[in-house]
């Protein structure tokens, strides 16, 4: 009987090690929250748009294989639209190859949160993707205009790639806009015109943050082009996706 009551103690004992040690391991696991377009159509062409599938899947895997938990955020929760064009075989990566084949992934982004219902403090940074849809629903949201404020105000990176630094547009710390004065990249204007949609999207990405006081500048045309300025990070393109993932990496390791 003494034998069993001390190996029930030993078991009890290991068992409540190993649940503080894992407790104190998820601790310290980063967690970063992405937010995803819910916006589907490209203007008033009758075109589909949304989010473009290598600037969400580049950066998830980037900071994924390094230990860092995901959650996914959309307005208006759910599936977010991915963009046609970014899902057609001539733009396929390794990332995006990953990504069609990935069911858990994509599980996940039949489910995602609603932003209404996330909170800064549960993350240690927020990251945008691209695509033409934030364009349209993510510039004016007003809980994601919050939740950037906050992710800033409580010294957390901000990561943004291609289009989405237009979310920065009515973003504002402090009464001044949160690019003013900061260097930044996104899509440039002559990458808009090279896809043909000057005319079609609400405002050119490049001029706006320049008219809030950013310091905008960019690399080659599709090339990939990244910049850092404290705790915002931008991207100019698709092929700067991971470049942007490597940069948040980085500022989150230097947290302990």
Known sequence: MKKIAVLTILALTVGSFMA????????KMKKVLFVVTSHDQLGNT?????????ELAAPYYALLDKGVIIDIATPKGGQPPIDPKSADPSS????????????????KLKNTKKLADVNQADYDAVFYPGGHGPLWDLVENKKSIALIESFYMHKKPVAFVCHAPAVLKNVKVNGDFLVKGKKVTGF?????????????????????????????????DWGAYAVEDGLLITGQNPASSKLVAEKLLAQLNSKK
């Not at 748009?49 to 290598?54: D, I, L, Q, R, Y």
């Open 20 to 27: 503080t040690a894992q407790k104190q391991n998820n601790k």
């Open 92 to 107: 396929a990566t390794e990332d995006t190859k990953r990504f069609d084949a990935d069911k858990i992934l994509l599980e």
């Open 46 to 54: 009758g075109e589909k748009t949304g989010f473009w599938t290598e």
């Open 188 to 220: 440039a204007n002559t990458e808009e015109e090279a896809v043909g949609l000057t005319k079609i999207v609400p405002f050119l990405l490049e001029d706006e943050l320049q008219k809030n006081g950013a310091v905008y500048s960019k690399g080659a």
